[in-house]
Structures are given as C-alpha cells and as structure tokens.
C-alpha cells in the first residue's frame, strides 16, 4: 500500500495520528508532496484544527491545483468565515471538471453556503449521478432543487431516500414543508408510524415539527398543537435555554445606544444595502422577493455580514457571535469601520452587477444601531406581524436547533418575552434615529399589496417597478421556511392562524397585553 493510500485509510477508520504520520512523510520525502500535505491538513481538520489545516492545504494547492484538494480548503474556508476566498477556489475546484463524487458534492455544499443555491444544483445533480445510492448526496440535490423552485424533481428525491431509509427524520420534515398539504394527499400516516420508530430526541423533534405541519394543513389543530408542546418541551430542556440569555444581549443594546451620546463619528457613504429586518415568519421573504424583483435590486440572502463585522472588530474571546460583552465592546469601534467591514463580507454574495442588494436576515433588528452609524445611507425596513401569530409562527416552525438566535422558539412564553423585547428594541430605534426605519405591516401589506408597495420602493431609494407585483414569479432561489408561500400570490392565508389555537396561546394573549402590547 502507498503512503497516500495509508494516509487515506488512516483517515477513514479516524486513526488521526497515524494518518499524519504518512502524510508527513509524503509531505517531505516523496515527488507526491501536494498529497502529502494535502492530507496532513485532512487530518488537522479532523481534529478540529480547522486554522491550522488551511495553510496546509494551500500548500498543496500552491503545488499544482487539483479539484479535491480545492474543494476541502473552500469548505474549511467556509469555516473559518472567508467567504470571498472560499467562493473562489469552489469555482476554481468546479472548473477542473472533477470525476468524484464527494469532491463534487462539497463544492455543492460550499456554493449553497455562500446562498448560490442555483450553481449548487449542478455539482449536486453531478455527484448523485456518480454515486446514485448515498443519501446525503442526493438529500442535498432534494434542498437544493425546493430551494430553487424545482419542487417536483425535489419531492422525487426525498422519496428515492425515504424507499432506502423510512426513518429519515430530516427527509420526512422537509418533505412536509416543501408545499402545502391536503386532506386528500398527505403524509401523516406514515409519519406517525416513524414516530413510532424514532430512536434519537433530534429524530422524534423533526417528525413531530412534520406531522405538526401537516396536521394543521389539514384542519387537526389539536393534534398539531400536542405534537410540536411535546417536541419543544423536550427540546428546551435538551438545550437549557433560559431567556435570561437573550434578556442580557437585549440589556447590553439598550444600554449602548439609550443614551444620547451626542454626535457620532462619521459612518461610511454608501447606499447600496438594504436590510429588511423583523422577527422570523413575519413576511421578511416576502418583502426580499418584492424588493427583489425590482430591476435594480438582487437578493443577496440571510448573510452573517452585519454580526460577523461587528464581532470581528470588537476583539472579544468569546465563541458566540452576539453577547453582552462583544455588544459592549463595540462601543469602540469607528463606525465607518463596521461599514466596509461589513460591505466586504456582503461583497462576496452578490453576484448580478445590480446597483441595490437587500440583506434579509432577520435579527439584524439587534444590530439597527450599529446600521444607522456604520452605513448613514443604507435603508432598513422592518416588518411587523400581528403579536399573537407572530408567536404562534415562531412557535411551530423548527429554524435551525442548534443556533442560538432561535432558541427562545421552544416555549410559547418565552417566545412571547422575546418579541416584547423587540417591541421595546424598535419603539428604542424609532425614538433615536425617527423615520429611519420603515415598519411594514404584514397584514396591510396582505390588505393593500400596491399601496405597501409604492411606500416601501419610495422608502428605499427605488423607481416604481410594476414586477414588484409580481414578485411570486421572481425564479430566484429561496432557502427559508417561507419558499413556498412565496411561490404564490399575496395572500392573507396566514392572517389569524394562532386563532385555531385561542385556548392553548391564552396565557401569551394575557400576558402580551399586560406588557402593553397591542394584541388585535
């Protein structure tokens, strides 16, 4: 056996040191030093020395390019957070025209992480083709085509996976929300029968969130309602979430930005992002695809940009991107600063040319103050949804488990506390910088989609564009839970749901108007 064969098998069994050993031999005494040190960087990212890893596998790069080795040091890139240069050698990778499967799909994954969820589906669909029966594969070719409004090629992937693997609790879930459900055509029987096979928390979580989705599809709104109480109870215990957590980080911003320091340094001149900005299912997609669709305006996604600047430049240790001492060490930072560290982080998903982009990730809200100095001509728009469906949206929808902007999502009263403190957040924002940020109601958006529509392009800069109506027919891709709704005209399907739950979401409805939150 070669060394690079016994480097390889090393690796795979997870024998790291061993793995090294040869690499590091092939690295120094062999013609085939680009492997040798390619694999002496797969084993450092094995072990979770992803910094250390990159500079090997440059090393081998620098030796004579190749399309796996390019592909790993995009995805590692990714990792680290440079997205500019792990775009770079993805493409660099994709134009090699690599044989192998695994190289094909991480250049997949790396350009669906950089939100290019259309290129992603052609390495994608290249390494199923390679290795048909691997099923993370193919599940990545399924996203990638709900993503990009191939909904049926999507549909008979998941199904391809399901025939091999019937308990495939991500596949049931997102089989669940890629379109709508009926009483006629649905799949909660054979959910409930891998429920009931469900060895793991996290594979029980998200066949519950599924059966709890399709359940109120059809008009069970008990049921749905006892699925997802179950699976988030379990989930907040699981995490030990306590909303003193997020309480802290809204403390922190209140406390930077409440008083009136006076004037500012001078932020940076440019005009343009625009951030449509609100609590998660309260029409941000809808906006960004109206926006969107504008001839002047390209999607750029949910991007980091804003939270990885701001942690960037503070200095602090901690390993969270947002906590009270980053948000206090900000304070420090030049504004202008923030703005051209954010424009090039956001500089590397923009892909059209167009002169306008939105930013569309949701707890930007947090970061309004930071916006309004670093970026004085940037545009913000935050969209308000009735409190109680807010909540319920928030509720029965599983965002990412694992991150922790989300983590007040698994209790009905914490979710409620949570949107009481950006209610307070925003009356804050409005008080310190007034009209800078247009609050758009979803309701009326629903009620009156012209009007809304002509208010939100003159708020932002824009010439009236009549697409902008017809935003539903905008082929860009869409990687939120709200994909398929905004497929469809505007409608007001979503209008009054947690209605269907009245008796359950009392307490919130109570304590909300307690806390003097209009609820109606």
């Known amino acids: 056996m070669t060394l690079e064969a016994q480097a390889r098998a090393a690796l795979k069994r997870g024998d790291l040191s061993a793995a090294a050993a040869a690499a590091r031999t092939l690295a ?103 290795e048909p029966g691997n099923p993370d594969f193919r599940y990545n070719l399924a996203a990638a085509s709900g993503f990009t409004g191939r909904v049926d090629e999507a549909r008979a992937h998941y199904e391809a996976i399901l025939a091999r693997d019937p308990g495939n609790a991500r596949v049931h879930y997102a089989l669940a929300i890629l379109s709508r459900q009926t009483a006629q055509s649905n799949h909660v029987p054979r959910l409930q029968a891998a429920l009931a096979n469900a060895g793991k928390p996290e594979e029980a979580l998200r066949i519950r969130y599924a059966l709890a989705k399709e359940l109120e599809d059809i008009g069970s709104a008990d049921d749905a309602f006892h699925h997802l109480s179950v699976a988030n109870d379990a989930h907040k215990r699981a995490i030990r979430y306590d909303f003193a957590q997020d309480a802290a980080i809204f403390d922190a911003i209140e406390t930077l930005f409440a008083a009136d320091e006076g004037e ?31 001839r002047d305006v390209e999607a750029a996604g949910e991007l980091q940009a804003m939270p990885l600047a701001v942690k960037q430049l503070s200095g602090t240790p901690s390993r969270t991107v947002i906590d009270p001492a980053t948000i206090a060490a900000s304070a420090g930072i030049e504004p202008a600063a923030i703005g051209e560290a954010y424009l090039a982080r956001a500089g590397h998903h923009r892909r059209s040319g167009k002169t306008r982009f939105t930013d569309k990730l949701p707890a930007n809200f947090l970061y309004i103050g930071h916006i309004a100095r670093a970026l004085p001509d940037a545009r913000i728009v935050c969209l308000r949804r009735n409190p109680m469906d807010t909540v319920w949206s928030n509720y029965k929808n599983l965002f990412a488990s694992q991150s922790a902007y989300y983590a007040y999502s698994y209790d009905l009263m914490d979710t409620a506390r949570y949107y009481a403190r950006f209610d307070r957040l925003m009356a804050l924002w409005e008080s310190r910088w007034p009209g800078r940020v247009l609050q758009v109601s979803y309701e009326a958006l629903v009620a009156d989609q012209e009007a809304q529509t002509r208010r939100l392009l003159a708020h932002c800069g824009l010439a009236w564009d009549e697409a902008c109506l017809s935003f539903h ?30 008796v359950a979401l009392e307490p919130v409805r109570a304590w909300l108007q307690g806390q003097g939150v209009a609820v109606e």
């Open 473 to 502: 027919e905008n082929r860009a891709a869409v990687a939120t839970p709200s994909a398929a709704q905004v497929r469809r005209p505007i409608n007001a399907d979503g209008i009054g749901k947690w209605r269907s739950h009245e």
């Open 264 to 294: 500012a340094a001078a932020g940076l001149t440019a005009e343009a992002p625009i951030f449509v900005v609100g609590m998660p299912r309260t029409g941000t997609t809808l906006v960004d695809r109206i926006l969107s669709s504008h």
């Open 28 to 130: 120094l005494d062999s013609p085939e030093r680009s492997a040798g040190f390619f694999l002496l960087g797969m084993a450092a990212a094995e072990a979770g020395q992803v910094a250390k890893a990159v500079p090997l596998i440059e090393a081998a790069v620098e030796r004579g390019p190749q399309a796996e080795h390019l592909a790993q040091l995009a995805r590692l890139l990714i990792l680290l957070r440079r997205d500019g240069e792990a775009a770079e050698a993805a493409r660099e990778a994709l134009a090699l025209s690599p044989t192998d499967a695994l190289t094909l799909d991480t250049i997949g994954c790396v350009l669906a992480r950089l939100g290019d969820h259309e290129a992603s589906v052609v390495p994608f669909a290249a390494a199923v083709a390679i």
